[in-house]
DNA sequence: TTTATGTATTCAAAAACTTGAGTACAAATT
DNA sequence: AATTTGTACTCAAGTTTTTGAATACATAAA
């Protein structure tokens, strides 16, 4: 399981609070390659803190539970280098556009039209707000440290991976529509089986 | 849970055992967008059948289990339906390699160069392997049904995924080349900024 | 002033997935 | 003759992930 070599990498550049890190899941630089729920960080942050790999420091808030920062310890510390020296597996690709496509032929063809044209606009959403977290890549004028560079890469990573999915809708709406057109004889099923 | 899905999708383009779908999955189309293990699909199945979505015809095998050959019930084909309606979510990234990046400061720049050479030798092989599955789309000299325009769209995706990935490591390679040669402060930054 | 949103953590059941087997034989290879 | 590879399915423990809460207050918006 790589969560949790995830928060030590986290831990690693600064000390955070599991609410901290969720957030920076959801919105920050870490949707672009991790997803995890709130509950899995902090569980899992939890067993990090028994096992002796991070540490936390309570910070009693007024009327409520304690705010933990946790710490990377020195095994984390380790145990993190580690894993860095392991070969990695590409992300596990589960995409249900996918099934859609093996049996589109079941539903009118609006229907895959009005999806790829759905996850055209989410994908181009969420390019926009990946460019908007490159400006503070692009806006140092002065020679980034390595640290930075490695960021700037995953993130490049992200950006391309949405440009691609945008680019790949614009394309296949134009095939279908391509299609649709040289469709002079009827037959097939699907769509708009016109007038009765 | 969307693997039910893929089950009920195989199924209805045509009858299959278990056996076969799992090999589709890892070396066919399925290998483009889904991956599930096999026990995870005899699992499905099994479970599928119990509840009505699917039935098995038994093939008995001489001297061995019988080979149970799956197909779509009109009950499934109507879950199926009713699922291909709904909005899709786009597969769930968790990439390691992301998380080098997070705390690639920690280990010698080797180590990532090294990394990501790795992953786009990776990345190129499944790359020229989906170019072999788009063969039979592309040598197709008669209009196709729409049935295969989405298959060939859903290999367009995996295609176009694959390269990008490819692309993306030739490029940062570069990028870390160049930071290693501008590292040396006395030399001249070399402006070019790689990515447009 | 009421309501919604944001901060911050915890609990727990259910579903899904991984890991690592075992069974049994055919066909191809060495 | 012995080994490897391929076909074909089953079992089960263990881990991870999802789903759906509950608690408790602060601050901003309506």
Redesign the interface.
């Known amino acids: 399981m790589?969560?949790k070599?995830?928060l030590?990498?986290?831990l690693?550049?600064a000390s955070l609070s599991g609410y901290e890190i969720a957030k920076e899941f959801e919105e920050g630089f870490g949707s672009?390659?991790?997803?995890a729920s709130q509950q899995q960080i902090y569980a899992e942050l939890a067993k990090l803190e028994q096992q002796g790999d991070i540490s936390y420091e309570a910070i009693p808030q007024p009327g409520r539970l304690d705010k933990k920062i946790y710490s990377l310890s020195e095994q984390g510390?380790q145990q993190?280098?580690a894993w860095?020296?392991q070969?990695?597996?590409?992300?596990?690709?589960?995409?249900?556009?996918?099934?859609?496509?093996?049996?589109?032929?079941?539903?009118p063809?609006e229907?895959?039209v009005r999806?790829i044209e759905?996850?055209q606009q989410?994908?181009s959403q969420v390019l926009l707000h990946m460019r908007k977290l490159e400006t503070s890549f692009t806006n140092q004028e002065s020679?980034p440290?390595?640290?930075d560079?490695?960021?700037h890469?995953?993130l490049?990573?992200a950006i391309?991976?949405q440009a691609?999915?945008v680019?790949?809708c614009e394309?296949?709406l134009q095939?279908?529509a391509d299609?649709s057109t040289?469709d002079s004889r009827s037959s097939?099923n699907?769509g708009s089986s016109t007038h009765p």
């Open positions: 790589a969560l070599h995830t030590l990498a986290y690693a550049r672009c390659f991790w997803r510390r993190l280098i860095l020296g070969p990695t597996e590409p992300t596990v690709i589960r995409e249900d556009l996918g099934v859609l496509g093996l049996a589109g032929h079941l539903v063809k229907v895959m999806e759905r996850r989410l994908h020679q440290e390595l640290k560079v490695y960021m890469l995953i490049r990573r391309r991976y691609d999915w680019a790949w394309e296949s095939t279908i299609f040289s097939h699907s």
